[in-house]
């Protein structure tokens, strides 16, 4: 969030290279595209990044109206990862072992079967629970070629730069944190 409510830190980058002539239909079929695509506990994926509307952070049913304003585009950037307590995650591991040892009348396991037990455990708890979600806004002037991005973290802010030009095919650099 930012933007619109909460943080007003933000970092500003300058986008390198050129629009090309239809760019809101372009940059439009590229959203979506990278849309945001829930985490599932099939999934094996462990966290999960896409492009959100940047008042409606489940929306996920871009137009035209509701990216561009003027000339600014204006997204949400949701990634959503599990977290699993390690200490729930042991004693449900600990439990399930000490069941198939009993049921299979082992004493030890084998690597590969402590694996195998590991996924399912970790599957069950996805099951029961939900991701963190956490939404950033991203804000970019496209006449003035700044990006603005309500995010401090380096790590964050790396993984949105490689998402932005996945997503919009140009580069950036940094310039300034407000």
């Known amino acids: 969030m930012g933007a619109f409510q909460g943080n007003l830190t933000y970092k500003t980058f300058f986008v390198q290279g050129e629009l090309p002539d239809d760019w809101k239909t372009l940059y439009l079929n590229n959203i ?7 985490l599932t506990a099939d999934a094996e994926a462990e966290e999960i990044v896409g492009w959100v509307s940047i008042e ?6 871009f137009h035209l109206n509701n990216v561009v304003f ?10 959503d990862r599990w977290t699993i307590p390690s200490d729930l995650l042991k004693a449900h ?10 049921q299979n009348e ?22 029961r629970s939900i991701p963190k979600m956490k939404v950033i806004d991203m804000s970019w002037d496209v006449d003035r070629k700044r990006v603005r991005f309500w995010s401090q973290s380096g790590t964050v802010c790396e993984l ?6 996945e997503t919009f095919d140009l580069t950036w650099a940094l310039c300034e944190q407000f």
Do not use: C, M, W
């Not at 409606?56 to 049913?61: F, N, S």
């Not at 082992?106 to 099951?127: G, M, P, W």
């Open 160 to 165: 949105f730069q490689e998402f932005f030009e």
């Open 32 to 38: 979506r595209k990278l849309e945001f695509k829930p």
């Open 56 to 61: 409606r952070p489940l929306q996920t049913d």
């Open 93 to 102: 591991l600990e439990e399930t072992e000490a069941e198939y040892k009993l």
């Open 106 to 127: 082992k004493k030890h396991l084998s690597r590969f079967e402590r694996e195998d037990l590991k996924k399912k455990v970790k599957k069950l708890l996805k099951e």
């Open 70 to 79: 003027n000339s600014f585009i204006n997204l949400g950037f949701r990634k």
